[in-house]
């Protein structure tokens, strides 16, 4: 009779230490779950320095150019084979600008700015 009793409060005490916590989670507020209004009122990304954002206007996989409307304007670009493959006209897509690569601001650590004689 003894061993059924602690087997019981063995099992009451497990069931409490792994019900318990489960049931003291808060749940989540409506203010902590973005909604899709919410993030169509941040309007659509901006292009800047190194990339550039736009609407898909026109695909041309013969030449492999995509042409965007951007805040910009209208601009032809040359993007990789696998985005110009999966661009339909209206996507919104961000290609790399292209040219130089960005400018690395810690001293030192491009091999051509070394000065000789080190």
Avoid at 12 to 35: K, S, W
Avoid at 47 to 61: F, H, I, K, N, Q
Avoid at 91 to 105: C, Q
Wanted: hydrophobic share 35%; glycine share 8%.
């Amino acid at each position: 009779m003894d061993y059924r009793r602690t087997l019981a409060t063995l099992a009451l005490i497990a069931a409490a230490t792994t019900v318990t916590p489960a049931l003291a989670q808060r749940p989540a507020t409506p203010e902590a779950v973005p909604f899709p209004e919410d993030l169509e009122r941040k309007g659509p990304p901006k292009s800047d320095a190194y990339r550039l954002v736009g609407t898909v206007v026109e695909v041309d996989r013969a030449e492999g150019t995509i042409t965007l409307e951007t805040d910009e304007g209208v601009r032809t670009v040359k993007p990789s084979p696998m985005l110009v493959a999966a661009a339909r006209v209206g996507d919104l897509i961000s290609v790399d600008r292209g040219g130089d690569a960005p400018v690395n601001a810690s001293p030192g650590t491009d091999p051509r700015m070394r000065t000789r004689g080190r």
